[in-house]
């Protein structure tokens, strides 16, 4: 049975990195059927975030990753919020020091301060790893601050990573890493161990920043006599410069992905891709789809970059596939802000839009020229391949406006017959007509919909006016 888990710290509002992680965890529990659990990491009381925890649960929820244990929900290796689960480090770690695997240390900052080496590196140098056990046992009584750290045995520690493959690290270069911290609070380092055990976590997929660490987890599973999890370290994410995508360069956050107007699913599709293809070239997925063919071998060890213009399109196939009414629900509120006109038929107008835009946001812009036909140059009427400039123009719009004139039935499919039959009984091509109407309706270069549909949006009134005042211009 497949358990993965989302670990992250309360510390800010979900971005792009954090969401893949959450999504690959999620990936790869889904597709064998497992489990999902999330875990609130928030023994570092310094970087707490006041509401940070509610966003991450907003943001999953938005998102459609929806965990199956953690913070709210049943499960039985609960509670999921590290510094409610205090009382376990403790006691793990003094396990450790019973069997040799760690250490008190009473060094203070103004000596682990000294140790700092030309580069301003601190490596621990074991100073407190020789104190006898009864200095130990005086200097805690007379209530002396220490910490515990793990004593990093000799030898080498190997380890597979599914991504990144067999990995073997000198211990000289592992330092005795603090486990507990004199506040009492367990560090990162030590936390994530016992949890991922507690919650009999199979696959723990993390930034490929964690890879380094990694020897001194295993040390750590196996000192305690436990399973060691198989690892999946993903590949690093950077921006357009090529530094690595964070909080601090300005990632920009899901709740402002959202805000900005990316559908939830474009940006969960748009994340899966970001260091993971499938073995074909598809590119558009829902989540379900994802969960079917999501493998962790598939994942790359190469940095990705994150592209605001592939998200975007991406973003414009999922506008493409969602449903006429939950478009014309996105739309609806744009549409009407750029066509007042009580006559307004905005499932219509939804429903040429919503193949061409990228944002829903975007769809009132296509069609403003309905209420107020803009100010436009002349030069619009040009049209290489339709054969057109000006003065072919104004004589397809004369053309055009004798047709239109007594034409009774006034629907898309009249209108384009009587204007093939009024273009052939004068010498023009249909295109020699079709593109002036179009220009003289519209004002714009390019239209959701061609000129026939336009003037039925119109109406034949206001069609036959536009008409008119674009023979007068010309
Ligand atoms: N709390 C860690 C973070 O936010 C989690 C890393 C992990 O998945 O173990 O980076």
Not at 337 to 362: G, M, W
Request: proline share 5%; with cysteine; aromatic share 8%.
């Amino acid at each position: 049975m497949i358990r993965t888990r989302y670990a992250p710290s309360p510390t800010g509002f979900m971005h792009i990195g954090n969401l893949r992680s959450a999504l690959y965890e999620y990936l790869i529990a889904k597709h064998e059927g497992g489990t999902f659990v999330l875990r609130i990491e928030d023994t570092d009381q310094d970087r707490y975030v006041e509401g940070a925890a509610d966003a991450i649960f907003e943001t999953l929820r938005l998102t459609g990753l929806d965990f199956d244990e953690g913070p709210g929900k049943e499960g039985s290796y609960g509670p999921y919020i590290q510094s409610q689960r205090k009382a376990n480090y403790l006691p793990q770690a003094e396990k450790l020091v019973a069997g040799g695997h760690a250490y008190y240390c009473f060094c203070d900052k103004d000596r682990l301060d000294s140790l700092a080496d030309a580069h301003g590196i601190k490596k621990y140098d074991r100073y407190c790893a020789g104190l006898s056990k009864e200095e130990i046992a005086g200097r805690i009584q007379g209530g002396e601050a220490y910490v515990i750290r793990q004593l990093v045995p000799e030898g080498k520690t190997s380890f597979r990573d599914e991504v990144y493959g067999d990995i073997t690290m000198d211990n000289k270069e592992l330092e005795d890493q603090i486990l507990i911290k004199s506040d009492g609070m367990p560090t990162y380092n030590f936390a994530n161990v016992i949890d991922d055990h507690d919650m009999a976590i199979t696959h723990v997929a993390r930034g490929s920043e964690y890879l380094t660490s990694t020897p001194k987890y295993k040390l750590l599973y196996e000192a305690l006599g436990w399973d060691v999890p198989l690892f999946v370290h993903l590949p690093l994410l950077v921006n357009e410069n090529g530094q690595k995508l964070g909080k601090r360069n300005g990632a920009t956050s899901i709740p402002q992905l959202l805000e900005m107007g990316f559908l939830p699913q474009a940006i969960v599709n748009y994340a899966a891709l970001l260091g993971w293809s499938p073995t074909n070239n598809q590119e558009i997925f829902t989540l379900a789809q994802l969960e079917e063919i999501f493998e962790a071998k598939n994942i790359s060890k190469s940095p990705s970059t994150f592209d605001m213009v592939k998200l975007t399109w991406v973003n414009a196939e999922h506008i493409k596939r969602l449903a006429p009414e939950v478009f014309l629900g996105l739309a609806l509120p744009h549409l009407k802000d750029a066509v007042k006109s009580p006559a307004a038929d905005y499932a219509r107008l939804a429903a040429i839009t919503q193949s061409r835009v990228s944002f829903a946001h975007e769809a009132g812009e296509l069609v403003n020229f309905i209420d107020a036909l803009p100010e436009y140059d002349i030069e619009l009427y040009t049209h290489k391949k339709m054969k057109t400039n000006p003065e072919v123009a104004k004589q397809g719009l004369e053309v055009a406006l004798a047709t239109l004139e007594t034409l009774s039935d006034w629907t898309h499919d009249t209108i384009a017959a009587a204007v093939s039959a009024a273009a052939e009984a004068n010498g023009l091509s249909k295109g020699q007509l079709l593109w002036p109407i179009r220009t003289a309706l519209s004002g714009k270069p390019t239209t959701p919909c061609g000129a026939t549909e336009i003037c039925e949006l119109l109406g034949k009134e206001e069609s036959l006016k536009r008409i008119k005042a674009g023979i007068e211009k010309l």
